[in-house]
């Protein structure tokens, strides 16, 4: 079993739409937890993390943590065509904070 | 300011050669990272430097792989012999290296293709 495993997508939706993204982990001791969003031939790029349980807002975005069940989601209201991109989920490893374990992506495209 | 910058941003090679990809972090931040993305997987940690403290290389695939940090800023990636299976994209991603989790700031990647 992968330590993050996501679901590669693609996912497709009109602009608009809520889209939701999920991840799993399998080991429940770590508690930072970061959705990193990657546009073509580019590098990923923080968008959001939280830190142990529960919810954390940023304008279109929401990122939820519960870690009873070891799932990671983030959730985009009012989805725009410039969303589209592949968004990552990673959480902290044993190794400390800055070394991360990536899931593999999931890629996203809104469409007008 | 200027971001994290990465060379070349595509590098085709033959199997059996070598190669060295170079990586510029974003000026004052003590903390760099070195990842490889291969086609439809996520982002695998390779080594990790964090001031003038020993590098965390517990990432690396294999000793053909071999990273170095010069006066602390200046990264190069060198892999040996390379193979068919190194094809991916290599990742640079800086941070202030302060304690604690911080954001990771990353280049564009170098993509690498193996023939």
């Known amino acids: 079993q992968k330590e993050v495993e996501q679901d590669p997508g693609p996912l497709s939706v009109p602009e608009g739409a809520i889209v939701s993204l999920n991840c799993t982990y399998s080991?429940?001791?770590?508690?930072?937890f970061m959705w990193y969003r990657q546009y073509s031939r580019k590098g990923p790029e923080l968008l959001m993390y939280?830190?142990?349980?529960g919810n954390k807002e940023d304008g279109r975005f929401t990122a939820q943590v519960d870690k009873s069940s070891k799932y990671i989601s983030l959730f985009i209201r009012d989805s725009q065509p410039s969303d589209s991109a592949t968004y990552l989920c990673?959480?902290?490893?044993?190794?400390?904070?800055?070394?991360?374990?990536f899931g593999a992506g999931t890629r996203l495209a809104v469409h007008p | 300011g200027a971001g994290v910058s990465q060379s070349p941003s595509n590098k085709v090679t033959e199997k059996g050669k070598d190669v060295e990809l170079r990586c510029d972090p974003i000026s004052g931040h003590t903390a760099l990272y070195w990842y490889r993305q291969s086609l439809g997987q996520g982002l695998e940690f390779l080594i990790y430097?964090?001031?003038?403290?020993?590098?965390?290389k517990s990432g690396l695939p294999s000793d053909r792989f071999s990273a170095e940090r010069t006066g602390g800023s200046v990264s190069t990636l060198t892999i040996q012999r390379t193979q068919q299976e190194d094809s991916a994209v290599y990742l640079c991603?800086?941070?202030?290296?302060?304690?604690?989790?911080?954001?990771?700031?990353f280049g564009p990647g170098t993509r690498l293709l193996v023939l």
């Open positions: 430097f964090q001031g003038n403290s020993a590098p965390d």
């Open positions: 080991n429940s001791a770590f508690q930072y």
């Open positions: 990673a959480r902290e490893s044993s190794g400390g904070y800055n070394k991360l374990i």
């Open positions: 991603a800086s941070s202030q290296g302060l304690r604690g989790a911080e954001t990771q700031y």
């Open positions: 939280t830190y142990s349980s």
